[in-house]
């Protein structure tokens, strides 16, 4: 059975004009992702963790491990389609 649990680990913070969130994701029992955004523009950080959350969540399968790359590869080709609009150059994701 899927577990899923989400938590913010940290309030955001600004750094250096930079807005930065952390979020700590309980997949299931034992395994866990950490999503960490570093961008300019609050509200498209916003949006960009709820789309990577998504992804994430929606993904990941019975078998984890091989899904998440399948994961981070639909993740990517969503910031590529959000980049057509919004100049992503000083985004910064860790998953």
């Not at 940290?10 to 807005?19: C, M, R, S, V």
């Not at 866990?32 to 960009?48: G, R, S, T, Y």
């Amino acid at each position: 059975m899927l577990n899923i649990e989400i938590k913010r680990n940290k309030l955001p913070i600004l750094n250096e004009k930079k807005f930065v969130t952390t979020k700590k994701i309980a997949i299931d029992v034992g395994l866990e992702a950490i999503i960490q955004i570093n961008f300019i523009d609050k509200n498209l950080v916003n949006l960009i963790e709820n789309l990577a959350i998504d992804i994430l969540l929606t993904n990941i399968s019975k078998d984890p491990y091989n899904s998440f790359s399948l994961s981070l590869d639909k993740l990517n080709k969503e910031i590529n389609k959000l980049s057509r609009d919004y100049n992503l150059s000083e985004l910064n994701i860790f998953v």
